[in-house]
């Protein structure tokens, strides 16, 4: 088998040589001027950035422009990642979890809920009408009955036959692949300069019951700070948890790394992680001033970005080759 340290000694490492990747890195900074409003979010989102930015030209905070933006993929019964359609865990239920930030650092978050399609709305509710940031389980569903959340079946068709297939081999080890990986994470700034972010995922597929990823952990999967920026993850939530990869990324920004070194610099973390070699992890992060970065530890990894320019899906480099 191969080890952590045969793996990087074969040369699998592609961005480590300073000339390719700033080669590589270059393909994914702004083509004109940053600057904002804008939206940005993981993997091919179009509908979702494109109806957050919608909010923002009407005149929307980025707090509602996020919002709106995750709920398109939560809706939408052919995303396997998020909400409604989302595959379940190993007893085919469909668990949910979510996070909203503001760009004063409040946060709500839900962990665990079943049976409400709009995870990150719930999320909202608890960052606005309790005095928590995350609720759980049960917990988190009474709270969205009692706030008028609609309770319904999540498991849609396909998703359920995609769950029979994979139990004729039950294998324990979460199925990790990039085509599974689509946990909406998304990040706004408004016309006056103010940063939100929200993130919403099914989370990895045929999890075990109970499994919590990292979307939903404030500086994991999604932090925001309005004096900073903005970043958020998607991927393998275990080792963005043992890294908190959103927060790094905004700490990073902070002490004056623009976006996409941050972006890169915790993508490189991530390979002291175990198993490094067989896992994917994607970031995204925006600074204040509406400059954008992307970067994942495997190829195949996209941003979606709005700005005034228009819509922009671009391929985010990658630290390893393959
Ligand atoms: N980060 C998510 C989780 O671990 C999964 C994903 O991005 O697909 O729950």
Known sequence: MQTRRSFLASGVVAGLSAGSLSKSLSAVQPRGKAGFPCVLATWKNRKAVEAAWEVLQMGGSALDAVEAGARVPEADPDDSSVGYGGLPDREGKVTLDACIMDSQGNAGSVVFLEGIKHAVSVARRVMEHTPHVILAGEGALQF???????????????????????????????????????????????????????????????????????????????????????????????????????????????????????????????????????????????????????????????????????????????????
């Open 144 to 322: 969205a009955i009692q706030q008028g959340f609609k309770q319904e079946e999540l498991l849609t068709p396909s998703a359920r036959e995609a769950w029979e297939r994979w139990k004729v081999e039950s294998r324990y080890q979460p199925v990790i692949n990039q085509e599974r990986h689509d946990t909406i994470g998304i990040l706004a700034i408004d016309r006056d300069g103010v940063v939100a972010g929200a993130c919403s995922t099914s989370g990895l597929a045929f999890k075990m019951r109970g499994r919590v990823g990292d979307s939903p952990i404030v500086g994991a999967g999604l932090y925001v700070d309005g004096e900073v920026g903005a970043a958020t993850a998607t991927g393998l939530g275990e080792a963005v948890l043992k890294k908190m990869g959103a927060f790094s990324i905004v700490e990073m920004m902070r002490q004056g790394m623009g976006p996409q070194k941050a972006c890169l610099e915790a993508v490189r973390r991530l390979l002291s992680v175990r198993a490094a070699e067989a896992f994917q992890v994607g970031y995204v992060a925006v600074d204040r001033r509406g400059r954008t970065g992307a970067c994942s530890l495997r190829p195949g990894f996209q941003a979606s970005r709005m700005w005034t320019s228009g819509f922009e899906l671009q391929d985010a480099p990658s630290l390893l080759s393959r």
